[in-house]
């Protein structure tokens, strides 16, 4: 061992049988991704707005919020959903900004429960190819949005040794350390 350092083997558990990105990870014993809620997970503040809302303001107010999908409420239920994705798709059909926003969102989307679990809300975004996803209460008001970068900030805090020793590519061996 350089430096004269004393060199102690060290044995990690690895189960392969749950692992992220194809990566096998370290076991935490205290991280169940079928028992934390999406609380954990980051959650921000829902952007929303009625549906008689034209589209040219919900762009102007996604653009203030710096954010990439609004909430359309009706009632204080959740009406519909409006993404980026969305609006590229109005941009390149050439379709009028001034249509009420109801006309163009994407009516009952996928949703999670404030009750639901992190594992859950993996699986539905996984599955349903979504970036962010409406978080509603009992009663169907949208009380936060998750979206993957909170999912991904969940993933660092619990897994920061899988997370920051990724390989470019994750099926990828590396048969000695990189870097400094």
Do not use: W
Request: glycine share 8%.
């Amino acid at each position: 061992m350089p430096d004269g350092g004393l060199f102690i083997p060290l044995v990690v558990e690895v189960r392969r049988e749950r692992s992220f990105f194809g990566v096998p990870h370290r076991l935490e014993p205290n991280l169940n991704l079928d028992a934390e809620l999406i609380a954990e997970a980051h959650p921000v503040e829902p952007l929303s707005v009625v549906p008689d809302t034209s589209v040219r303001e919900v762009f102007a107010l996604m653009k203030a919020q710096k954010t990439g999908s609004v909430i359309i409420c009706s009632d204080g239920k959740v009406a519909g959903i409006f993404t980026e994705r969305d609006a590229l798709n109005l941009m390149a059909q050439g379709a009028s900004l001034d249509a009420p926003i109801s006309e163009v969102m994407i009516t009952t989307p996928a949703t999670l429960h404030a009750d639901d679990t992190v594992g859950t809300a993996v699986k539905r975004m996984s599955e349903g190819g979504y970036r962010r996803l409406p978080v509603v209460d009992g009663e169907g008001r949208c009380v936060s949005f998750l979206k993957v970068s909170g999912i991904i900030r969940y993933l660092i805090e619990h897994f920061p040794q899988t997370v920051y020793n990724l390989p470019p590519e994750p099926s990828q061996v590396m048969q000695t350390r990189e870097g400094a």
